[in-house]
């Protein structure tokens, strides 16, 4: 079905177009790696030391994208800072 969007197959795109629509930014793919390795989420290099980590104001809009998105259940408001 048109506009919705396979978990499986949930690109970097499609979370920078998410984060730019509702928040006005693009993440870096580093920024995004390091995001879903915070929550577990499997990434191409898994353990990659990141040379460029996602800076801390980041991380809650890209947590965000990750749960509207459907790749991450609801954090609990005590773990949004993480």
């Known amino acids: 079905m048109k ?3 396979n ?4 690109t970097y795109a499609d ?3 998410y984060l730019m629509k509702h928040f006005g ?3 870096l793919n580093s920024w995004i790696a390091d995001v ?3 929550y577990g989420i499997q990434t191409r290099y898994r353990g990659h030391k990141r040379t460029r980590p996602c800076p801390e104001d980041k991380r809650v809009p890209l947590r965000k994208a ?3 998105l459907k790749l991450l259940a ?3 408001p005590g773990h949004l800072d993480r």
């Open 3 to 5: 506009g919705r969007i």
């Open 7 to 10: 978990r499986s197959r949930v």
């Open 15 to 17: 979370i920078n177009r």
């Open 25 to 27: 930014f693009a993440a």
């Open 36 to 38: 879903k390795e915070m």
């Open 66 to 68: 990750l749960c509207a």
């Open 74 to 76: 609801s954090v609990r």
